[in-house]
């Protein structure tokens, strides 16, 4: 497979600002592997070191603050000469040793010329301790499951191919509109997992894409048990089974109520914060206007909050594979493509997705480019657009507005319907 993020690692390798790099993302999206991949590929060699698998190497960053006597006892472990800028370092699982977190601003002052990425599992969490890591002495990556291009050039390369071609005001024959429809259905079903997609890729078993799906959410389950910092554990479980029912309820925010009969921000919000920050949950806040900055009118207790992958998020929910390939309407349908919807849009865009909400209505998501605001309606099929998105647009006569559906792409006046399929090219086709 192909990860859009090895652009992204090499720029960071010619960048002259160039720090360690740490590797953000949820458990099993793929860090490892992008690691060992762009060390194969762009450097003379690299060396791997997993502080989960090997114990002993805690002790060199426990004893050690500087970076060359820790390069030649890492080289005498590897076997092998680590050279400045040829010779990749990998520190995997690094949340066993914050010691070695740490070490990355040593580093950074003292031998930068030595290239490092560290990446580990629930290592968001560590990093939104204060004092726990080197605060501007490293670079940031965050890397999520495969979004739908990856998906469809891992399963269908020639698609994939049309795909990339299409730009700006282009019209999309009907063979190909269909095509990229039925590909959408099997992401909503598979996902973006990496495991979920090579199993398709390989198999074409869905009883085994289900199997897969199952032992990974009982692999974050597990997680959440092992955890033994200050947040409840019990409450990070309830939370995360809560999501389904949440994102049931017709244009509701999270209801604390919902995870535990009397429940209040008080019980949960450590909760939330910590499967946040660990990425397995994507937040969603209410603003009070629609108006730049974005940031400016967040109500900070009011949000939603959406599961990092549709593919485990249909499989939580339940829904039989049926229900999406051959229902036009089925239950659980708009949290489904809204929840696709947001894990395509993250990242696009300086600032991340919101969502506004009052007596007069709704609107699905709200969108800042530069200094203008776009409504956004999700639709989970070809229906037309709800009242309130209408009458946004009459009302502010908004530059530009977007319907998601599964209609063609065209565009009307200020309102442009994007095929779902396109979700992930919305920036370039504004």
Not at 117 to 123: D, N, Q, R, T, V
Not at 261 to 288: P, T
Not at 311 to 338: R, W
Not at 367 to 372: A, C, H, I, K, R
Request: charged residues 25%.
């Amino acid at each position: 497979m192909k990860r859009k993020a090895i652009s992204d690692l090499m720029k960071w390798k010619e960048s002259p600002g160039r720090k360690p790099l740490i590797i953000r993302g949820a458990r099993q999206v793929g860090k490892t592997w992008l690691m060992k991949e762009f060390g194969q590929n762009f450097y003379e060699s690299f060396v791997y070191f997993n502080f989960d698998e090997e114990d002993e190497l805690k002790s060199i960053f426990e004893g050690n603050k500087n970076p060359q006597r820790i390069i030649e006892l890492l080289s005498l472990i590897a076997g092998e000469k680590i050279l400045p800028g040829e010779t990749l370092i990998l520190f995997d699982e690094v949340q066993e040793c914050p010691e070695a977190l740490n070490t990355l601003k040593y580093f950074k002052e003292k031998a930068n010329d030595y290239h490092v990425i560290a990446a580990g599992s629930l290592l968001g969490t560590l990093l939104a301790q204060p004092k726990s890591y080197p605060v501007g002495m490293v670079n940031l990556l965050d890397l999520y499951p495969l979004h739908f291009d990856e998906f469809l050039e891992a399963a269908a390369p020639e698609l994939y191919a049309y795909y990339e071609s299409i730009h700006k005001d282009q019209q999309i024959e009907e063979i190909f509109h269909n095509r990229l429809l039925e590909m959408y259905n099997y992401y909503l079903i598979i996902g973006g997992m990496p495991e979920c997609v090579a199993s398709w890729v390989n198999d074409k078993d869905p009883a085994r894409i289900s199997q897969i799906q199952k032992e990974l959410v009982e692999i974050y389950e597990n997680d959440f048990s092992k955890h033994n910092g200050k947040v409840n554990r019990g409450r990070i479980l309830m939370v995360f089974r809560s999501i389904v029912s949440q994102l049931a309820k017709s244009n509701e925010k999270f209801i604390y109520g919902a995870v535990r009969q009397g429940g209040r921000a008080r019980d949960f919000e450590e909760a939330i914060e910590w499967l946040v920050s660990a990425g397995m949950l994507n937040r969603v806040y209410n603003v009070s206007k629609m108006e730049h900055p974005l940031a400016a009118f967040d109500k900070l207790d009011q949000f939603k909050l959406f599961l990092f992958d549709t593919g485990l998020l249909k499989h939580m929910a339940g829904l039989d594979n049926s229900a999406i390939l051959l229902k036009s309407d089925y239950q659980f349908k708009g949290p489904l493509t809204e929840n696709y919807v947001l894990q395509q849009l993250r990242g696009q865009f300086a600032a991340e997705p919101r969502y506004f909400s009052d007596k007069s209505g709704e609107i699905d998501f709200v969108l800042q480019n530069g200094t203008e605001i776009i409504p956004v309606e999700v639709k989970g099929g070809e229906d037309r657009s709800a009242p309130s998105f209408k009458r946004y647009i009459a009302e502010r006569r908004p530059e530009h507005a977007i319907r998601f559906s599964k209609r063609g792409y065209r565009r009307d006046g200020a309102l442009t319907n994007i095929p779902l399929y396109l979700v992930q090219k919305t920036k370039e086709l504004l």
